[in-house]
Nanobody, 125 residues
Framework: QRQLVEYGGGLVQAGGSLRLSCAASGRTISGYAMGWFRQAPGKEREFVASIIWHGNNTYYADSVKGRSTISRDNARNTVYLQMNSLKPEDTAVYYC??????????????????WGEGTQVTVSS
């Protein structure tokens, strides 16, 4: 069974940057799409970004497009989310997730079945 641990969150001023990491253990991330989601206080969890198993396709929510980059290092069993030009509305707990099945070329948010515990990102104005 795969375990996902997110880290790299913290408090940052608006306009700043953070790089989130998600380290997997127990099962390789190779062959699986990976994603980042977030949940702000009082709101439902929402999709942020995803990367297909081969790494050549990435997808972003409109709210972070152009400001964020998702990447993966299968050798390190790690997925990253680089976030730039952060805004107070980016404040949320950020979760890493893995697809349930291997080698899918398209993954919907509902397809992610393994989740980390999350890391808090707080952006001050």
């Amino acid at each position: 069974q795969r375990q996902l641990v997110e880290y790299g969150g913290g408090l940052v001023q608006a306009g700043g940057s953070l790089r989130l990491s998600c380290a997997a253990s127990g099962r390789t991330i190779s062959g699986y799409a990976m994603g980042w989601f977030r949940q702000a206080p009082g709101k439902e969890r929402e999709f942020v970004a995803s990367i297909i198993w081969h790494g050549n396709n990435t997808y972003y929510a409109d709210s972070v497009k152009g400001r964020s980059t998702i990447s993966r290092d299968n050798a390190r069993n790690t997925v990253y989310l680089q976030m730039n030009s952060l805004k107070p509305e980016d404040t949320a707990v950020y979760y890493c997730a893995a697809d349930n099945l291997q080698y899918r070329t398209y993954v919907s948010p509902a397809d992610f079945g393994s989740w980390g515990e999350g890391t808090q990102v707080t952006v001050s104005s």
